[in-house]
T-cell receptor
């Protein structure tokens, strides 16, 4: 499994765009990049997944450069309810997830 | 769909007692995962099943832990005997065939062993 590195925590204010970058230098050719979100006292929730370039859904965007050694989760115009831990995972057919510590995003009013 | 269902939501027990956690995956999902989350160790995969068969149990901490999946709609995680260090939130998750990277998590069971 490719190991990932992401910031431990980030602060933001309501209405701002938040970008969380994840490094995955050992990503394999078949690996996908997947992001999960976890609110306190809840299980993680799938946000977005991509392989290369850019992916966008109703919640977020995922930017992946050509070398795929990193990826950036972009949350547009965050609100207080986006305060959560965000996990970056890399792998193929994720039979063994390694969640790591994630990035704790704190959105302030 | 009701999502992944776990019971109980909270469990408080004394050291040495047997604890059984239960999980009902989403209908149609053929993979089931048990995780444990603590502040110190984060979210750890304990075991996962594919088509009711245990595929990888390397994350199970020791012989005190056992998991079963007698059918496609039910799984249990048992701890016998329980110890205070087993206190954690235990999550069950399921995924659809061939889409393991999108797992759907249950609400978790908060276990406290006194």
């Amino acid at each position: 499994l490719a190991k990932t590195t992401q910031p431990i925590s980030m602060d933001s204010y309501e209405g701002q765009e938040v970008n969380i970058t994840c490094s995955h230098n050992n990503i394999a050719t078949n690996d996908y990049i997947t992001w999960y979100q976890q609110f306190p006292s809840q299980g993680p929730r799938f946000i977005i997944q991509g392989y290369k370039t850019k992916v966008t859904n109703e919640v977020a965007s995922l930017f992946i450069p050509a070398d795929r050694k990193s990826s950036t989760l972009s949350l547009p115009r965050v609100s207080l309810s986006d305060t959560a831990v965000y996990y970056c995972l890399v792998g193929y057919n994720f039979n063994k997830f390694y969640f790591g510590s994630g990035t704790k995003l704190n959105v302030k009013p | 769909d009701a999502g992944v269902i776990q019971s109980p939501r909270h469990e408080v027990t004394e050291m040495g007692q047997e604890v059984t956690l239960r999980c009902k995956p989403i209908s149609g999902h053929n993979s089931l995962f048990w995780y444990r989350q603590t502040m110190m160790r984060g979210l750890e995969l304990l075991i996962y099943f594919n088509n009711n068969v245990p595929i990888d149990d390397s994350g199970m901490p020791e012989d005190r832990f056992s998991a079963k999946m007698p059918n496609a709609s039910f799984s249990t995680l048992k701890i016998q005997p329980s110890e205070p260090r087993d206190s954690a939130v235990y999550f069950c998750a399921s995924s659809a065939p061939e889409i393991h990277n999108e797992q759907f998590f249950g609400p978790g069971t908060r276990l406290t062993v006194l």
